[in-house]
């Protein structure tokens, strides 16, 4: 009996990915599963029409509301639950068992529930390093992915490490999802380059608000207070190799605890670098297509521009 559940999918050009995510959903579980496209250019869109599944296209503005947002807002789930699924994520038969034992409770007063992941980094499953848990299975209409003042600054078209804000109780799943990208080492590099700009002035924008940390959660309060010191990345390295057993994976739990470092470090010289320049989210608008950010000294309404 199928679940009264949607899977939704944000996607844009995941033709190595969305294959074996689609797979590992079968066809005995959701309601409906929904590939929401933003403008792919490779075999992403084909791969959903092959399987079957409903196709949305969004095409961002540059303004709120972001792909989870949108896709909530306006194709709004006629079932009771939602869970948001990437692409490089894929179901477990552990997970599908527990999943459908939790959707069939009665009388259960959750909300939402946090699903734990199985991180696999060059083609190995992690034994160590930090757990990764995502709060992407709630019920529809307990809330919304929180809304980030970043209409001038952000390049990224999807909620990325923005959280749920729901009004309810939360609960966890605890059997894991396979997390597997196989678009190799320089796309998780260069993905974690633009993540680290998006926290950085997130961060800086947050520091403006008096109350910008009340929905946060503790591990994100805690990341934000680390990013005041350049020790932020030696943190993230001792806790990911040694507090959470980095070690037992050997030179490629070594090497994932040392990007990690990375990553924070260069969020923290992205802070310092922005606050040390003339720079100022609300000097900054997007050009077209382009890829990089231009500052302007001021802005004219008629000279604004967003993404098509």
């Not at 792919?40 to 961002?60: H, K, Q």
């Not at 974690?192 to 403006?208: D, Q």
């Not at 929905?215 to 805690?222: D, E, M, V």
Request: aromatic fraction near 14%; glycine fraction near 8%; include cysteine.
């Amino acid at each position: 009996m199928l679940l009264d559940l949607t899977i939704a999918i944000p996607v844009r050009n995941e033709e190595k990915n969305l294959s074996g995510c689609l797979a590992s959903i079968g066809r005995d579980l959701a309601q409906h599963v929904i590939v929401i496209d933003s403008d792919s250019t490779d075999r992403t869109p084909e791969i959903a029409m092959n399987f079957g599944v409903e196709l949305v296209n969004f095409t961002w503005n540059g303004k709120f509301p972001k792909k989870r947002n949108w896709f909530l807002r306006n194709h709004k789930p006629d079932t009771e639950w939602v869970l948001f699924l990437d692409a490089d994520e894929y179901l477990t038969e552990p997970f599908k068992e527990e999943l459908r034992k939790v959707l069939n409770r009665k009388n259960d007063d959750k909300v939402g529930y946090w699903l734990n992941y199985s991180v696999y980094f060059l083609g190995k499953k992690l034994n160590g390093g930090y757990p990764l848990r995502k709060l992407a299975l709630f019920k529809v209409g307990a809330g919304e992915y929180e809304q980030v003042d970043e209409e001038h600054w952000s390049r990224l078209d999807m909620e990325v490490h923005e959280h749920p804000v729901l009004l309810g109780k939360e609960g966890f799943i605890r059997s894991k999802i396979d997390h597997q990208d196989f678009r190799g080492i320089s796309h998780f590099v260069h993905k974690h380059m633009e993540y680290a700009n998006w926290e950085a002035r997130r961060f800086l924008n947050g520091m403006s608000n008096p109350g910008y940390s009340s929905n946060l959660t503790r591990k994100q309060r805690l990341k934000y207070y680390l990013m005041r010191s350049p020790m932020i990345g030696v943190v993230f390295f001792m806790g990911s190799f040694f507090l959470y057993g980095g070690f037992r994976d050997g030179v490629k739990g070594f090497a994932h605890a040392v990007l990690r470092m990375s990553y924070f470090m260069q969020v923290y010289c992205r802070i310092q670098e922005i606050k040390n320049s003339s720079e100022s989210p609300t000097e900054w608008r997007w050009q077209g297509h382009q890829t990089i950010l231009r500052p302007y000294k001021t802005i004219n309404e008629s000279s604004k521009q967003t993404i098509k």
